[in-house]
């Protein structure tokens, strides 16, 4: 039997939460369906810097590299906004480190949440999109030069790394409604006008998905107005991280919305898009559903376990159709309760189909 190595990296805030929650929903799904998880836990973030000075110690990224997934809670808190090193930096350098370009974040709404949905019921209803992101160029990883009166961060892309997220993009709305958005500023920076370019040339590959351009204040725009209107939304590193943001309150709050950032041949990364939330930290009240999907995608394209992934994702859904709530939808359940809520359904949804399989062999 394989043995699938998944490296755990909690971080800070309400990162320890959640991490401890999908890493139950994962030992579960192992047992339930015989499979060989082997887990263990680094340090990243503030955490690292606080236990060794560094935010990515390189026993952490060693421990990644020799992995098959890696699952991180969240990075950062004002703790560390004075520190010479930044925890946000032990994120930054494992996306850069494992070559994870690919950021991948779903946007849909529980029909039993669509009143949670700071929109009205007519806009966000059936809302079901994905952004692509690109996680390892522009703003986020130029040269930065700092005066005592002046500052500046690069913006760098090449035609290479533009294709490279362009085709990830493409190829997945050609497996949902086979239409891609993409977002730049091309009315204004260089940078986007390579990027449309070589998206207008990529789409020539894919003609049976639609291409559509638009720019990003736009686009921050109809994202509100619009949502229904979208399928695949593609961008760039520093717009991206911003829409990811505006889209994820549209499924009622950003504790339930998961993401992936993968590369190629390595390990992927899978955290929630809320941060580490100083705030609530340490209260046992953040929801742990944006962990527990963000642990689905971690079964399904990190280790291709697909029935796995189904499995847990419909167990979020039925946990939440049946009027589970954490205190961010309105309702009274701790993280660990609502995890365990889940892990139940998780449980009982798996009863039947091992019966089955009794009854075939009997
Ligand atoms: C995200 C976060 C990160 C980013 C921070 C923590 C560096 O906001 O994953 O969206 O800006 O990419
Ligand atoms: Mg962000």
């Not at 973030?45 to 590299?65: F, H, K, N, Q, V």
């Not at 494992?98 to 039993?112: K, T």
């Not at 686009?219 to 949502?227: F, V």
């Not at 991206?240 to 549209?250: F, M, Q, T, Y």
Request: net charge negative; aromatic share 6%; charged share 25%.
């Amino acid at each position: 039997m394989k043995t699938y190595k998944i490296v755990l990296l909690p971080g800070d805030g309400v990162g320890p939460e959640v991490t401890q929650v999908a890493h139950d929903v994962l030992a579960t799904v192992a047992d339930l369906h015989h499979r060989r998880f082997t887990f263990e836990t680094h340090l990243i973030g503030g955490a690292a810097i606080d236990a060794t000075g560094e935010p990515l110690p390189e026993a952490t990224l060693e421990a990644c590299r020799t992995s098959d997934a890696v699952f991180l809670g969240a990075v950062g808190g004002p703790k560390w906004d004075k520190a010479a090193k930044r925890p946000e930096q032990g994120l930054l350098g494992l996306r850069k480190e494992l070559g994870l370009f690919a950021n991948i974040r779903p946007l849909f709404i529980y029909p039993e949440l669509v009143e949670r949905s700071p929109l009205k019921r007519e806009y966000v209803e059936n809302v079901d999109f994905v952004v692509f992101r690109e996680l390892t160029g522009g703003l986020y990883f130029g040269e930065r030069e700092r005066g005592p009166t002046f500052a500046s961060d690069q913006c760098v892309y090449t035609s290479g790394e533009v294709e490279r997220i362009a085709r990830s993009a493409f190829a997945a709305a050609r497996a949902r409604r086979g239409k891609v958005t993409s977002v730049d500023k091309a009315n204004v920076l260089e940078t986007s006008r390579l990027w449309r370019e070589v998206v207008t040339r990529v789409a020539a590959d894919y003609p049976d998905v639609e291409l559509e351009h638009a720019l990003v204040d736009s686009m921050s725009m109809q994202l509100i107005r619009q949502p229904r209107a979208y399928d695949v939304i593609l961008t760039e590193n520093m717009f991206g991280d911003i829409l990811s943001d505006e889209a994820s309150v549209l499924g009622g709050s950003i504790g339930l919305a998961p993401s992936a950032s993968l590369g190629v041949g390595g390990p992927g990364l899978f955290e929630p898009v809320h941060g580490s939330a100083p705030d609530i930290a340490g209260q046992d009240i953040c929801n742990p559903v944006g962990g527990i999907l963000s642990a689905a995608l971690l079964l399904r394209y990190g280790l291709r376990l697909n029935d796995e992934a189904d499995a847990v994702e419909a167990a979020v859904e039925t946990t939440i159709a049946r009027g589970a709530r954490t205190k961010d939808l309105g309702g009274q359940l701790g993280c660990r309760a609502m995890g365990q809520t889940i892990i139940e359904r998780i449980k009982d949804a798996s009863a039947p189909a091992r019966h089955q399989v009794q009854m075939h062999w009997g």
